[in-house]
């Protein structure tokens, strides 16, 4: 069997644009937080995000193959308070799309400590 790789630069909605349907293994993303790296890509404010994610996020399900992976990276954050809610808007979203939400991972990375 052969394995095959390819990395594209570019913006991830036209890149994807030119794959065919069905022919992706594994997309792993870890897009911008809502409101995080302003200065880097304009930062997505909360009430924004799932409108900006969902056109990527159907491209990568065309592409995707019926048994291929997808592993998304993000996380909440906390508005005067509270937890915002536009991670679980973007998962109910993505469902209504046609993906199916199976897992969830949570990782804690301790900060290390100099003496």
């Known amino acids: 069997m052969e394995i095959k790789h390819e990395l594209f630069l570019g913006d991830c909605e036209e890149e994807l644009k030119k794959l065919p349907d069905n022919s992706v293994d594994l ?3 870890s897009p911008p937080y809502a409101d995080q790296r ?3 890509y304009g930062g ?3 009430d924004n995000y799932v409108e900006w994610f969902l056109p990527k996020s159907e491209q990568m399900l065309r592409v995707l193959k019926p048994t291929g992976t997808f592993v ?3 996380k909440e954050k906390v508005v005067n308070g509270e937890r915002s809610t536009y ?3 973007l998962i109910l979203s993505m469902r209504k799309q046609g993906w199916l939400w199976t897992e969830e991972f949570i990782w804690h990375k301790k900060k290390l400590l100099s003496w």
Request: avoid cysteine; charge should be neutral; aromatic fraction near 6%.
């Open 72 to 74: 998304l990276n993000i």
């Open 87 to 89: 991670v679980l808007e």
């Open 38 to 40: 302003k200065n880097t």
């Open 44 to 46: 997505i404010h909360p």
């Open 27 to 29: 997309i792993f993303t």
